[in-house]
């Protein structure tokens, strides 16, 4: 039979075995946990992490990122609880709607986050990357990004649909900057040798109308001096009667400068014509018979 004086050493060392257990784990006292409520220091200290997540996570939601069954004191788990809390702030001050799949809880530093969070911003809103003058760096809400973006894509759209120009809208602070820049290209391709100087492409809003006045005088041109031979800039004239009628003084200056035949250029809209007609002129002047037709 156990003596009396011998159970009262054992349940005295098992209380101060407690005592220990509590001495370790919650020095402060701060949780309503009795370490003599566990006959072991594993069922005591679980006991005692259940208290601190329900203090300090009580929605479990950063279990996850902070297991609580792997810390051995309050403080160490607290602290990392506010490290994670902090990381899920960011989220709230850069993308409160959850919008972009980027976690900030895997993230040490909040630049690291945003840096992420960005490259969603484009791999989402300009995914083949046309507009790369937008300085991601200097934006620091999804919602001026999309705004400009949007701008971009409308400048692009009304004046360049085709991505024929392959020019980067978002280098230019406004849309005449833009639009100025293409300019430049219209008069290369539709009038590179600059034979119809005087149609200036900054007086159109956008290349169809440039190209159809270009075209309008290069018509004129094929239809009377196609190889343009006598230098005449068809867009220098407002009416195409205008420019015939310098075309005509050109050829007689070339074929009758003395106008030494009764033939006249004015009856004539093109230059073979006009010869032609001096040719017969002069034969039944000089050789009505065609005796030297072999001539």
């Not at 403080?75 to 900030?104: I, K, L, S």
């Not at 050109?250 to 035949?261: L, M, V």
Request: charged share 40%; proline share 3%.
């Amino acid at each position: 039979m156990i003596s009396r004086k011998r159970i009262l050493r054992f349940a005295i060392g098992k209380m101060l075995r407690q005592d220990g257990w509590a001495e370790k784990y919650n020095p402060k006292n701060q949780f309503h946990v009795n370490q003599y409520d566990y006959s072991t220091c594993k069922e005591y200290v679980n006991a005692l992490r259940e208290k601190w997540q329900e203090y300090e996570d009580p929605e479990c939601e950063l279990e996850g990122y902070v297991d609580v069954s792997k810390y051995s004191n309050y403080e160490d788990y607290a602290y990392d609880v506010d490290v994670y809390r902090t990381r899920q702030e960011w989220r709230d001050e850069w993308d409160c709607d959850c919008e972009f799949d980027v976690n900030p809880c895997g993230f040490e530093y909040e630049e690291y986050y945003v840096k992420a969070l960005k490259r969603a911003w484009k791999k989402e809103l300009d995914p083949y990357d046309e507009f790369q003058s937008i300085d991601l760096e200097y934006i620091d809400d999804v919602n001026e990004y999309k705004e400009r973006i949007d701008e971009c894509r409308e400048w692009k759209d009304e004046h360049d649909s085709n991505d024929e120009y392959n020019i980067d809208p978002s280098q230019f602070d406004d849309e005449k900057e833009y639009v100025d820049e293409l300019r430049k290209l219209w008069k290369q391709k539709y009038d590179y040798f600059n034979e119809f100087s005087s149609i200036d492409p900054n007086y159109y809003l956008n290349e169809v109308d440039y190209s159809n006045a270009i075209e309008n005088k290069k018509n004129w041109m094929n239809k009377y001096d196609k190889d343009n031979a006598y230098k005449l800039d068809p867009s220098d004239y407002e009416y195409e009667e205008e420019y015939l009628d310098d075309l005509r003084a050109r050829w007689q200056d070339k074929y009758d400068p003395n106008t030494k035949t009764n033939v006249c250029v004015d009856d004539y809209n093109t230059e073979e014509d006009y010869k032609k007609s001096l040719v017969n002129n002069w034969q039944e002047t000089y050789d009505p018979q065609h005796r030297f037709n072999g001539f």
